[in-house]
Each structure stands twice: as structure tokens, then as C-alpha cells.
């Protein structure tokens, strides 16, 4: 009695199952398939082996991959109809659970840290975990973009030396001409077996990831120095060109600047002509130090202070009559004035010919014979005016005082 495995039988519950809601359970069941066909010891038989493969199946699923066992008139073997089934399926379910996110990953640390010759640890942890997640999906990738991902992860000087040792594949185009497997093979070849060169066995050379710097001692072969010179000379250009790109940032900040501070002289002569003028337009009388000038005359009806006690204030002047004494509120040639229609009063300012007088003026003339110019027709007013406020008529003080004196009169007495 034999005691060979046979084929798991497609009605009972151990045979290998395919289920297309799953991703990832294509692969499973192409590898349960060839497992046990290996222990049935039909694996050299790959009608029989496609054969036991497709009754597992849905019906609805056997008759689509049927045909594809033949190629024309040709058998095809289980790995070529293993390998065009995948082609036909979804992507989720041609890549294996999780690879393609598991290379992304990889592929992203290593391209921030680049890997040269001489990091042999990490060439062969990076490599061999390449391979593990590029073999179970690349029936979903290109070749081109596998070749691509893993060339990121390569020092600008590997891959130079690399793409002269690789040889195109015969009829490749020219943008895809290595297979992805060759050119990790070539690239193990040169991390493992180094080269030789005027420099000796390069794989011996410290990483170029690694900044430290290197002591130049004496020694008696010439060898090691040529070793340190080239890697200084190497981490040398490489600061250069750090300082250059440096210098050429600096350039540029030093035209900016320059634009600003041009912008800010300008807008600075701009703002000191404006307020010149308006400082020329609105200069203010010179103090006169008055501390023994008597007290002004009271106006009728008001309540003033004694004689003996004065204002110790400065001498009040009006600005139409330019005479101390009085302000415009109580001047007497600008009532004269306005009774003879030679000036108007509108609120607060003095208009001539429908010309507003300012208060002051450069040429030192007062109000009055400002008017008089104008009327004449031998003035030209100022463009910019000095407006006249209450302060200027002694409306302010004016109404203080009336309001004490009505208080005053109104307060009941104490009998």
C-alpha cells in the first residue's frame, strides 16, 4: 500500500480556495496549488497541476482562466498561467497584503539618506527588503518604476559608477533598458566585491555620510594619504558649493534690501516737504515775556479781576488787527469791516471776495491788510490756510465767564 500525498480533492474542505473579494487570496491560492503539487510529486506535470488548480474554482471563474492554460497550441506551465491570470485580476488582488505600502516606506526613508558604496550594512538591509517587496508586486509595477525607486535610494556617485557596469537587456527601449533584479545584482556586486583604482579598494574608504573629519598623520605608505586627500578633496567641493549657493541668497537679500531702503528715503523726503510746509504755513507768535504787562481792559457786563490781582498770562492780539488788547470777538476794524461788506464772516473764518483768510501768514501781514491787498488786487493768499478756532475769537473764555456770572445771579441768597 503507497503512502504518497495525492491532490486535495475539490469536494472536500482542505482543498486550496480562491476568494475575489479578497485581496491578496490569489496569491495565497497560487502558492497552496504549487505546495501541493510538489508533494503529489506532479509538479513536472503542468497540465495535471492546472488541471487540479481550476477545479477549486467557481464555475463562473474556472471557464475565464481555462483559457488561459494554452498559449496557441502550446501547454503552458503553471508559473506562465500563474503568471497571465495575474495580469487579468485586480490590483488589490495581484500584490501581496500591505508590500506595495511597505515599499513606499522603505523607499521613502532611504531616498532622505542616500546610500553610497561604502554603507554596507545599509546597502544590504535596504537591498535585500527592496527585493522582498518588489518580487510581490511586480506583476502590478513596472520595471521602469522599480528601477526608478531603487536608484533614488543611491548616492549620486553609486549610481554613476553602477550605470557603467550595467548592461541593456536585449531588445529594451531606451527608456526602460535594465531589469530591476539585474541592477540590484550589479549594485551587490560592487558593494561586495569593491574596485580597484588609484585609489586603492574604494569600499574601504570611511562613508561620505559620515561628516567627520580626518586626521592626516605620517605614515609610511603613501596609499592611506591618497585616501584622506581624495576624501577631503571630496567634502572640500562639497562646502564650496554649500557657500556659493550661500553667497548667491546673500546677493539677492542685498538688492532687496537696497529696493526698501530707496523706497524708505523717498518716502521720507516726501513726509518732511509736507510737514515743512505745513510748519511755514502754521508758525506760531514768538512768547513775548510780559509778566509786568497790566491787566487787559474788562469788557462791560462781565466779571473781571481786581487790578491789583492780574492775568499772569501774555498779552492777548488779534489776529485781524494785529493790536494787543483784544481778540477778534471785540475787534473793532473788523466789525467796521464786515458793517462795510469789505469782509464776511462764516462761522468761524473771514472770507474776502469769496477768499478764506488764514490766520497767520509767512510774510508776517496781518488779516487786516491782507484784506485791504486783496481788495486792491496786489495779494495772492497762501494755497494752504490756517483755520481760526474758538480760541482765536475767546469764545471759549467767553461763555465761561457768562455761565459763572449767570450761576452767580441765580444762586439763592442766605437770608
Known sequence: ????????????????????????????????????????????????????????????????????????????????????????LPRRAQEEAGAMSRLDALVSKWSRDPISR????????????????????????????????????LSPMFRERLQEKLTPRTNATDEDPYEWAAVVEKSKELVAGGTSGPFGDLNLDPSTSEYDRIKIEPRSGGMRESKALETIKIKQEEMDSNFQA???????????????????????????????????QQQAMPYRNNSSHPTQQ???????????????????????????????????????????????????????NNRQLSKDSPDGLSMKQRADAIIAGTYNPPAMVNYLTAGDWNMGDENAMINRWTNYETRPRVP
Not at 122 to 148: C, P
Not at 249 to 278: E, F, N, P
Open 1 to 88: 500500500m503507497s503512502n504518497k500525498a495525492r491532490m486535495p480533492a475539490p469536494y472536500g474542505k482542505n482543498h486550496p480556495t480562491y476568494d475575489p473579494e479578497e485581496p491578496g487570496s490569489a496569491v495565497r491560492f497560487f502558492d497552496q496549488v504549487a505546495m501541493a503539487a510538489k508533494e503529489a510529486g506532479i509538479d513536472d506535470k503542468p497540465a495535471e497541476v492546472i488541471g487540479w488548480a481550476l477545479s477549486y474554482l467557481p464555475e463562473s471563474i474556472k471557464k475565464r482562466w481555462a483559457l488561459l492554460a494554452m498559449n496557441g497550441a502550446t501547454q503552458r506551465t503553471f508559473a506562465e498561467w500563474r503568471k497571465e491570470v495575474m495580469k487579468v
Open 118 to 153: 561604502q554603507d554596507r550594512a545599509e546597502f544590504f538591509d535596504f537591498s535585500l527588503g527592496f527585493m522582498a517587496e518588489a518580487k510581490a508586486i511586480e506583476s502590478v509595477i513596472s520595471n521602469r518604476e522599480l528601477v526608478r525607486m531603487y536608484l533614488r535610494c
Open 246 to 280: 550661500v553667497l548667491g541668497r546673500l546677493d539677492v537679500m542685498g538688492v532687496q534690501m537696497k529696493d526698501i531702503a530707496s523706497k524708505y528715503d523717498t518716502h521720507m523726503q516726501s513726509m518732511s516737504s509736507a510737514s515743512d510746509a505745513t510748519l511755514f
Open 298 to 352: 474788562p469788557r462791560q457786563g462781565l466779571y473781571t479781576r481786581p487790578s491789583n490781582n492780574p492775568f499772569n498770562t501774555p498779552p492777548r492780539i488779534c489776529y485781524y488787527c494785529n493790536i494787543e488788547g483784544h481778540m477778534l470777538m471785540a475787534c473793532p476794524t473788523l466789525e467796521a469791516d464786515k458793517a462795510g461788506g469789505r469782509v464776511v464772516q462764516r462761522g468761524y473764518n473771514i472770507f474776502v
